[in-house]
């Protein structure tokens, strides 16, 4: 059964900081990961997504590596700003006989002080 | 307007009341999904439906229903509701990719229900 954690559970930093979030997931067979972000209220905005034979993807400030071997993906935030203040989702998809499914983390939930 | 929208936004509700949520999308996506939300358990698939015709069982099904009434709407029930179905519930849409696996899904901005 795939299981995916994210660590630490909560982080605060000061504006301007590069910051790492960490996900890991059990069974490396899966089709892609994505990173997502939440905001109250707000729901899910999809931030990046990496396929299985990708090693990273980079969207402005963002970068998510994935190393499907070691079961790890890392989302790099860099010079980061309140506004980045969130709770960050990975999920990984997961083919099956009948279809698939995305599966989540826990979530980090992220500060950025001004 | 968004492009995938949730009613009610919030609802209190108490034991053994049925309650429907709804969503409602404009992507022309045919794939929908519902999950929910529970701190420090991430988000779990209740039900999918991959077209008009198709529903299929997610994770934790039960104590729920759904109804695909178009390509654009998928709604939930609970037909008698229990205090530890209190969580948030999102809806989300998908097209179809290469070899018939999901795209990139977008949510709704969640229901977040109460039952006491």
């Known amino acids: 059964k795939q299981e995916v954690t994210q660590i630490p559970a909560a982080l605060s930093v000061p504006e301007g900081e590069n910051l790492v979030l960490n996900c890991s997931f059990t069974?490396?067979?899966?089709?892609?990961l994505q990173w997502f972000r939440q905001d109250p209220g707000k729901g899910l905005t999809s931030l990046l997504l990496?396929?299985?034979?990708?090693r990273e993807q980079t969207s402005g400030r963002l970068n998510a590596s994935l190393d499907k071997s070691s079961g790890r993906s890392t989302l790099y935030i860099a010079a980061s700003q309140p506004g980045d203040s969130a709770t960050y989702l990975c999920?990984?998809?997961?083919?099956?006989?009948?279809?698939?499914?995305?599966?989540f983390g826990q979530g980090t939930e992220l500060s950025v002080k001004p | 307007d968004a492009d995938v929208t949730q009613t009610p936004r919030n609802r209190i509700t108490k034991t053994g009341k049925r309650i429907m949520l709804e969503c409602s999308q404009t992507?022309?996506?045919?794939?929908m999904y519902w999950y929910r939300q529970d701190p420090g358990l991430g988000l779990r698939l209740i039900y999918y439906?991959?077209?008009?015709?198709?529903?299929n069982k997610g994770e934790i099904s039960d104590g729920y229903s759904v109804s695909r009434q178009a390509q654009a709407k998928f709604s939930l029930s609970l037909e008698s509701a229990i205090p530890n179905q209190t969580a948030l519930y999102f809806c989300?849409?998908?097209?179809?990719?290469?070899?018939?696996?999901?795209?990139?899904?977008?949510f709704g901005p969640g229901t977040r229900l109460t039952v006491l």
């Open positions: 990496i396929q299985s034979s990708q």
């Open positions: 999920a990984v998809y997961m083919i099956y006989n009948q279809g698939g499914k995305l599966i």
């Open positions: 439906s991959f077209d008009v015709k198709d529903i």
């Open positions: 989300a849409t998908s097209g179809q990719g290469g070899w018939g696996i999901t795209d990139t899904q977008y």
């Open positions: 069974d490396s067979a899966i089709y892609n």
């Open positions: 992507k022309g996506h045919d794939r």
